[in-house]
């Protein structure tokens, strides 16, 4: 297939919410190019070796079963690795990606595999901004709002489909790129990790480093604060920066959507550039 793939839309069905002790039981995918054609679809469903959790059988539909037959991660995620390579600059895309990254991380460590070297591009938080006013941005509420055909089914090929739409129906590839929130495949049972373009706060976690923000919101407005980072955490498919406010002492949550510009304090004594400007997450 030629290198001219644009997006990949991507999609997991899970036994539960815990990457840690949860497994994938079905992956679904689709190749489309820039004009939002399907070009390949992939759709396997996987034996976990353990129970679908009670709650995420009800969701999707699948019972124990239905998978007796699939084959394990390792056969499946060989075969999705071959999809990525035919379309080897594609960027996968996912609503709240920050979850499928995690799942799907985790099923390439378990498996003994490399994780794939590909951001996942966030739907969620391009809803969010582009419809602002919505009361929820669910999958299946955003499929109802504008209405796109069958309700998503909470099967991942459906799901997947149902994503590749919303990405173009919200403006995904005319989005700035600077202004997409993306995350990296990881190993899920380790702690979250930041969106991407969002590395240089991370550092800041782990060392233990103070930084300024200007961040939007809260009870003292646009004035800058400092802060020392903590952990990054994913709450209703939003991320945040925990930190330590200098001002309160004490831990707060921190949206880095709302976090216009940073400056990591031993880097302007080092005579860094401060304030950059940050991605929106």
Same mark, same amino acid.
């Given at each position: 297939?030629?290198?001219?793939?644009?997006?990949?839309?991507?999609?997991?069905?899970?036994?539960?919410?815990?990457p !840690?002790?949860? /497994?994938?039981?079905?992956?679904?995918?689709?190749?489309?190019?820039?004009? &939002? !054609?399907?070009?390949? +679809?992939?759709?396997?469903?996987? @034996?976990?070796?353990?129970?679908?959790?009670?709650?995420?059988?009800?969701?999707?539909? $699948?019972?124990?079963?239905?998978?007796?037959?699939?084959?394990p991660?390792?056969?499946?995620?060989?075969?999705? @690795?071959?999809? $990525?390579?035919?379309?080897? @600059?594609?960027? #996968?895309?996912?609503? @709240? %990606?920050?979850?499928?990254?995690?799942?799907?991380?985790?099923?390439?460590?378990?498996?003994?595999?490399?994780?794939?070297?590909?951001?996942?591009?966030?739907? $969620?938080? $391009?809803?969010?901004?582009? #419809?602002?006013?919505?009361?929820?941005?669910?999958?299946? /509420?955003?499929?109802a =709002?504008?209405?796109?055909?069958?309700?998503?089914?909470? /099967?991942?090929?459906?799901?997947?489909?149902?994503?590749?739409?919303?990405?173009?129906?919200?403006?995904?590839? +005319?989005?700035?790129?600077?202004?997409?929130?993306s995350?990296?495949?990881?190993?899920?049972?380790?702690p979250?990790?930041?969106?991407?373009?969002?590395?240089?706060?991370?550092? %800041?976690?782990?060392?233990?480093?103070?930084?300024?923000?200007?961040?939007?919101?809260?009870?003292?407005?646009? %004035?800058?604060?400092?802060?020392?980072?903590?952990?990054?955490?994913?709450?209703?498919?939003?991320? =945040?920066?925990?930190?330590?406010?200098?001002?309160?002492?004490?831990?707060?949550?921190?949206?880095?959507?709302?976090? !216009?510009?940073?400056?990591?304090?031993?880097?302007? /004594?080092?005579? &860094?550039?401060?304030? !950059?400007?940050?991605?929106?997450a």
């Amino acid at each position: 297939m030629p290198n001219s793939c644009h997006f990949i839309a991507l999609d997991l069905e899970t036994t539960g919410l815990d990457p !840690r002790s949860d /497994r994938v039981i079905e992956i679904g995918a689709l190749i489309c190019d820039g004009e &939002g !054609r399907t070009l390949e +679809t992939f759709e396997r469903l996987i @034996n976990p070796g353990r129970p679908i959790g009670p709650l995420a059988s009800q969701i999707n539909g $699948l019972c124990d079963s239905d998978l007796i037959g699939a084959p394990p991660a390792s056969v499946v995620l060989a075969e999705l @690795n071959e999809l $990525l390579r035919r379309a080897e @600059n594609a960027p #996968l895309i996912a609503h @709240n %990606a920050a979850f499928d990254a995690g799942f799907l991380g985790m099923e390439f460590t378990r498996s003994g595999m490399s994780i794939p070297n590909r951001p996942v591009l966030d739907t $969620l938080p $391009l809803a969010r901004s582009v #419809l602002p006013d919505l009361e929820s941005h669910r999958l299946d /509420r955003l499929v109802a =709002y504008f209405g796109t055909g069958e309700k998503a089914r909470h /099967r991942a090929l459906a799901d997947a489909k149902a994503v590749i739409d919303l990405w173009f129906r919200l403006g995904g590839p +005319t989005t700035p790129q600077a202004a997409r929130v993306s995350y990296p495949l990881h190993d899920g049972s380790q702690p979250a990790p930041p969106p991407l373009g969002w590395e240089r706060l991370d550092e %800041a976690v782990a060392r233990g480093i103070a930084v300024r923000i200007a961040y939007t919101g809260g009870s003292r407005g646009e %004035a800058p604060r400092v802060v020392t980072p903590r952990a990054f955490a994913h709450r209703g498919g939003i991320a =945040y920066l925990v930190a330590r406010c200098h001002i309160d002492a004490i831990d707060k949550s921190f949206r880095l959507d709302r976090i !216009r510009s940073y400056e990591v304090l031993e880097e302007q /004594r080092r005579g &860094g550039e401060p304030w !950059r400007d940050c991605s929106s997450a």
